[in-house]
């Protein structure tokens, strides 16, 4: 009888123990949704001035953001984050969010690890193609580039890039490479999100319904105001 109370209150423990996993990991898309809203209401506000040009906001056709990528290693070390994109749609208005992975290789004198935030914004046919398909490498048939960072910018970039990406760190917005980086959706956020599984493009093209609850709007809002006020 004992040895019986002594196993119920054992798995009980466990149990109690993994509720708080449970919940963090039911609430994982949604959070990542709250710190792409902040981050993109930050790298677009009227007073960061060295944050994405009016003129790349005008005309970008994709936005993906990953709020958190966790880089590190030395010399060559690996980087992985989670992100969220959105698409304008042929009505002028954004599709829903996509959840997605971007991780791969890096390349350089890093010591130690360093967290920073990525905003790519997709400029052409090419580039929205290649995001819809839900896989692709960064600057592997995708041309991006570091963009130019300054509410009134515009030069410097070449007709023909797919891609500009910007990074956070320390405060600060500054463009960044992302080249050799691997882009994926996530389908296990994607379940999470709309609750089944949905297909990568079918979000990026409005063909699902938003997901209820406040931050997959709050994002997509705040690209929409973003857009928005640069286009005034």
Not at 128 to 145: I, N, R, W
Not at 174 to 188: P, R, S
Request: glycine share 12%; charged share 20%.
């Amino acid at each position: 009888m004992k040895k019986s109370i002594a196993i119920l209150s054992a798995s009980l423990l466990a149990a109690a123990t993994a509720l708080p996993a449970l919940a963090q990991d039911a609430n994982k898309a949604d959070t990542e949704l709250d710190r792409a809203t902040t981050m993109i209401q930050g790298i677009t506000s009227p007073e960061a001035k060295a944050g994405i040009p009016d003129a790349v906001l005008r005309n970008a056709k994709c936005v993906a953001v990953v709020p958190k990528m966790l880089k590190g290693g030395f010399v060559v070390g690996a980087q992985h984050g989670d992100g969220v994109a959105t698409c304008k749609m042929s009505d002028g208005r954004w599709s829903p969010p996509a959840p997605f992975q971007l991780s791969g290789a890096t390349f350089g004198a890093q010591i130690g690890g360093e967290e920073q935030g990525y905003v790519m914004m997709v400029m052409n046919d090419h580039g929205l193609q290649a995001l819809e398909s839900g896989h692709f490498k960064v600057g592997a048939g995708v041309d991006a580039a570091a963009g130019p960072v300054g509410r009134e910018a515009s030069g410097g970039v070449g007709p023909d890039t797919s891609i500009l990406t910007y990074s956070t760190a320390k405060g600060a917005y500054i463009g960044a490479t992302l080249n050799g980086a691997e882009f994926n959706e996530d389908h296990g956020r994607t379940k999470e999100l709309y609750g089944n599984a949905v297909r990568f493009n079918a979000i990026l093209d409005g063909k699902v319904e938003m997901p209820e609850g406040g931050p997959a709007r709050q994002f997509v809002r705040a690209i929409n105001q973003a857009t928005t006020r640069a286009s005034r």
